[in-house]
């Protein structure tokens, strides 16, 4: 039998890029082909997000194309994946029949299991009607199971598909993500993530340096660490349980990272800072701003190889709002934090100035035009190198969907979206005007996009790598004259790019650190001359 092939479509965040490159990895090791044309895939898989409506629509929308196809091939199996199958639940089946199977994002250690179930089903009832095939397969962590067990079976499976990642030399771009957390216990009013991914839990420490260990020696670079609330992440040993010689993450604790060292931390724990020792070259997303020890400031100040740039969403300007999103800080406590990780990370004069990148929501519950302007105001004073600006989206399960008014007219929240979004757009060209002049070591990680770009709209193919050799392209020698673009990353998460030098090749330059002179700036790019 030829082996099924699968069309894997990932919506959403960083966490769902990981959740399906580990699934596509575990399908590929149980004989499944990977496809990228819906069309070639006899199983459809959809890996969800249900963070904002629009979000779901688009997997909606996907679905109601799906139907169409379907109805010709009965054997089709149509999955869907991620955060939407856990809050839709059993209810998808019965808006969307097209659908075969549904699989949480805690419980994806089974989906082999239920596609395996779906293709025999479906195999078994051959010329059967189409209505006999309607076996559903489900894993879904409803309210009760894995988050109120026990620590072992909270662990359990899951976390061996992280552990069964098979990296392959050839297969990366030079950088990956390792996750360090699970899911989340922070229950902003307006969040899904707590009710779809579950309970928060840290993965064991020497789990997280043998992943990375394993991805450097198959070439990857540069490394993201995942978690909903990375900074919160503490790894108690004494408490850890073994399951079949494999020992298991842990339950997050409430855990409030103070100022100062962690006072609990002892021999037996693990805390963030000393995870970030033991890992090189990293970056990490996303942070609580709550949960920032100065620990873990000193770890990337004393680092030359960790970036300075910090992801830490402050949400809103305004402290009754921060206060109705149940985000646990105010304004004041926010801003002293910045201060602290200027104070610690900004170091513009040794090439290495500290960039600051948040999430914002407008129109929230209640949110006022003086609430509004307060949130202005902070992003004038904090002045993010980018900010991520969403119009609030309620969102059925969340607390403020029951217990608070959406009363922000739609079209209020487009306006302060659209004005949020210029005062953003000029303080970041303005950030990136200060870089013009300054020294910078950047890591170099390919040929830039718009040279890729360039090369195939006068060949069809491009002959270039991008640290890691993409299957897809041929290695062929370049076929378009002048010099090759190169684009890199300053540690401040900064991209940059440059002319290869006459004589050099561009793959020698790739997963090098180089130091360059900034000579212009457009949007969020940087220009720069190789020194
Ligand atoms: N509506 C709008 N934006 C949301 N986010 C999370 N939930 C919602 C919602 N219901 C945003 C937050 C979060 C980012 C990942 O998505 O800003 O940090
Ligand atoms: Fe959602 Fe808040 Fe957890 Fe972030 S910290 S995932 S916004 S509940």
Do not use: W
């Not at 955060?83 to 969307?96: I, L, V």
């Not at 209505?131 to 894993?139: G, I, N, R, V």
């Not at 009760?144 to 620590?151: D, I, N």
């Amino acid at each position: 039998m030829t082996a099924r092939s699968v069309y894997l479509e990932t919506f959403g965040c960083q966490m769902n890029e990981l959740d399906s490159e580990l699934v596509a990895g575990q399908l590929t090791a149980l004989g499944y082909r990977m496809t990228p044309e819906q069309s070639d895939a006899d199983i459809l898989l959809y890996n969800t997000c249900s963070v904002r409506d629009l979000a779901e629509q688009k997997v909606r929308s996907r679905l109601g194309e799906v139907r169409l196809r379907k109805q010709n091939e009965p054997n089709l199996v149509v999955g869907v994946m991620g955060c939407m199958a856990e809050r839709d639940g059993e209810a998808m089946y019965r808006q969307f029949p097209v659908v075969d199977l549904l699989c949480g994002p805690a419980e994806l250690d089974k989906l082999p299991g239920l596609i395996d179930n779906a293709v025999r089903t479906r195999a078994s009832l051959e010329g059967e009607t189409a209505h006999e095939k309607s076996a559903k397969e489900t894993a879904l962590q409803g309210d009760s199971s894995r988050r109120s067990s026990t620590l072992a079976a909270a662990a359990d499976s899951l976390e061996m598909l992280d552990l069964s990642r098979a990296v392959s030399p050839t297969d990366h771009s030079g950088s990956a993500y390792v996750r360090i957390t699970r899911g989340c216990n922070k229950f902003c009013t307006y969040c899904v993530v707590p009710h779809t991914r579950g309970a928060e839990i840290h993965r064991p420490p020497d789990h997280i340096v043998d992943e990375c260990k394993k991805l450097e020696q198959a070439g990857v670079l540069e490394i993201t660490l995942l978690g909903q609330t990375v900074n919160h992440y503490r790894y108690e040993h004494g408490a850890s349980v073994t399951i079949d010689g494999v020992t298991q993450p842990q339950k997050g604790r409430s855990f409030t990272g103070g100022h100062t060292r962690d006072p609990l931390a002892g021999a037996n724990t693990t805390p963030f800072a000393d995870l970030l020792k033991r890992i090189q070259r990293l970056r990490f997303v996303t942070s609580y701003p709550r949960d920032f020890g100065d620990d873990v400031l000193e770890v990337i100040r004393d680092s030359p190889r960790m970036c300075r740039y910090l992801h830490i969403p402050v949400q809103s300007g305004s402290d009754s709002v921060l206060k109705r999103m149940n985000r646990g800080y105010t304004v004041e406590q926010y801003l002293d934090f910045i201060d602290r990780a200027k104070a610690h990370l900004h170091q513009p004069e040794l090439g290495r100035p500290l960039t600051l990148a948040s999430d914002i929501i407008v129109g929230f519950c209640g949110e006022t035009e003086d609430d509004f302007r307060q949130t202005v105001d902070l992003l004038e004073r904090v002045r993010f190198k980018n900010n991520f600006i969403f119009k609030y989206s309620p969102r059925p399960g969340t607390t403020a969907f029951g217990r608070l008014d959406d009363d922000v007219p739609h079209e209020v929240k487009k306006r302060r979206c659209n004005e949020l979004m210029a005062v953003q757009q000029r303080i970041s060209d303005e950030v990136s005007q200060e870089q013009i002049g300054l020294e910078f070591d950047v890591f170099v990680e390919g040929v830039s996009v718009k040279e890729r770009k360039k090369r195939k709209a006068a060949n069809g193919a491009i002959a270039l790598t991008v640290g890691g050799r993409d299957a897809s392209e041929p290695a062929e020698p370049l076929p378009v004259e002048g010099p090759i673009q190169m684009s890199a990353r300053t540690d401040g998460d900064l991209i940059t790019v440059f002319d290869c030098p006459q004589g050099m090749a561009p793959d020698d330059l790739v997963g090098t650190i180089r130091r360059v002179r900034i000579d212009d700036a457009k949007g969020l790019t940087l220009s720069a001359t190789l020194l």
